[in-house]
């Protein structure tokens, strides 16, 4: 008994030992991603649903190492707010959305109505210079205040002290708008959303994938629509991959909408290429 006990032990071992190295070491490539060039953001069109037009793109971040390949942000995102590097990551995929901008302008010369929106951690906005890096980025792209929306989580609000609250006000002092994102997954009430300054509201994907074939569902979603609105806040409805959800969406008054039934995320070339082809219709 006592030879099978230490023989267990030193499975157990091994096996932490060899996840602390895996995690060591991506940590390690993590830190070198942003200086190898190893970040790419792809964009996901956001539309509206009565009309079909885009109004918006999502950024999100991906990570491609030569060795390892593409890692989705589920796998290191949360390492990199752990860790602190969402700092410097975040620092960049900023400046490659306000670059984009500037990309997005230049192939729809005279037309500056379409937004990119960025995800941003409670880390970064927590940052004691956030608002003046982020002014400051926007000024080195001429990008107009407008063009840039900025989604935060609900937790990141409704965990925070109230300091975080002062920075969100100061960040829409900029101009830019605050999305909240994932919307229904945290543990904020309705009841709380007019004490936060909040644009849009986005209805977390879980909601929309569910309303098909859960009633309650879809009065969830009905009643943050309601609420939403009354309190002038638009709503975008993630993660739509049915033509069905979006004729329901549709009637339920949604303003926006984001999913694979539209368009997956994509490099910006291939989203650019989406948006003209909307336009020219
Ligand atoms: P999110 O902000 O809620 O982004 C939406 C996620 O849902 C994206 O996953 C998107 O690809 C996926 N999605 C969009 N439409 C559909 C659909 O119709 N069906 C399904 N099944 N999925 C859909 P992705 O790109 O893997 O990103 C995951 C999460 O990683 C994001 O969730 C966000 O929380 C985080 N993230 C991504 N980029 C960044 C970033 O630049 N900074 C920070 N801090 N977080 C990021
Ligand atoms: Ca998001
Ligand atoms: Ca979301
Ligand atoms: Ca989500």
Request: charged fraction near 25%.
């Amino acid at each position: 008994a006592k030879f099978t006990g230490k023989r267990c032990l030193a499975v157990f071992d091994d096996a932490m030992h060899a996840s602390v190295l895996k995690r060591l070491q991506m940590e390690a490539s993590l830190r070198s991603a942003v200086k190898h060039d190893e970040l790419r953001l792809e964009y996901q069109p956001i539309f509206d649903v009565q009309t079909s037009h885009i109004v918006g793109l999502e950024s999100l971040v991906r990570w491609q190492q030569p060795s390892t390949g593409l890692t989705q942000p589920m796998d290191f995102i949360p390492l990199a707010e752990e860790t602190g590097l969402i700092v410097p990551i975040g620092g960049w995929v900023l400046e490659e959305a306000c670059r984009a901008i500037g990309e997005l302008n230049a192939a729809r010369p005279g037309s500056q109505d379409i937004s990119i929106s960025v995800n941003v951690s409670k880390r970064q906005i927590a940052e004691p210079d956030f608002v003046e890096q982020l002014g400051a980025t926007l000024a080195r792209h001429d990008v107009h205040q407008r063009q840039l929306n900025l989604e935060i989580t609900e937790s990141l609000i409704m965990d925070s002290p109230e300091g975080i609250v002062d920075r969100l006000h100061e960040i829409r002092k900029l101009g830019v708008r605050l999305y909240m994102d994932d919307f229904g997954t945290g543990h904020s009430s309705l009841s709380c959303l007019h004490r936060f300054p909040i644009d849009v509201l986005k209805i977390d994907r879980s909601f929309v994938s569910t309303m098909e074939t859960n009633d309650d569902y879809e009065s969830i979603i009905h009643a943050i629509i309601t609420l939403a609105h009354n309190l002038n806040t638009t709503v975008i409805a993630e993660g739509i991959e049915t033509a069905q959800q979006l004729s329901r969406l549709r009637e339920l008054e949604c303003d926006l909408g984001q999913g694979y039934l539209f368009s997956q995320p994509k490099p910006l070339a291939e989203v650019l290429a989406i948006v003209r082809q909307h336009e020219q219709q």
